[in-house]
């Protein structure tokens, strides 16, 4: 079992900035890809960002140039700048290793506008 903990949601007004971290404890091999997810209201969950076990990213073009995953081991963070409002969701965590995953509770982000 993997555990997450995520962290660093909140409310911002447009044009700002948000950090969303997600802690993972448990059995980790090392060779985890983990990423961030959203959804809002009345929307499917879908890609942000992910970040591979060596340091490559990948980012859904909606947030390209504004947000900017990093990880330090089993912890990944969410750099999120120039907010707008339809980045307001619930960002999830999702941590991958051999065919398994996890998601963590969810924190929700809210831009105000």
């Known amino acids: 079992q993997v555990q997450l903990v995520e962290s660093g949601g909140g409310l911002v007004q447009a044009g700002g900035s948000l950090r969303l971290s997600c802690a993972a404890s448990?059995?980790?091999?090392?060779?985890?890809?983990m990423g961030w997810y959203r959804q809002a209201t009345g929307k499917q969950r879908g890609l942000v960002a992910t970040i591979s076990p060596g340091g490559s990213s990948n980012y859904a073009d909606s947030v390209k140039g504004r947000f900017t995953i990093s990880r330090d081991k089993n912890t990944v963070y969410l750099q999120m700048n120039s907010l707008k409002p339809e980045d307001t969701a619930i960002y999830y965590c999702k941590f991958s290793e051999f065919g398994t995953y996890y998601w963590g509770q969810g924190t929700q982000v809210t831009v105000s506008s």
């Open positions: 448990g059995n980790i091999f090392g060779s985890a890809s």
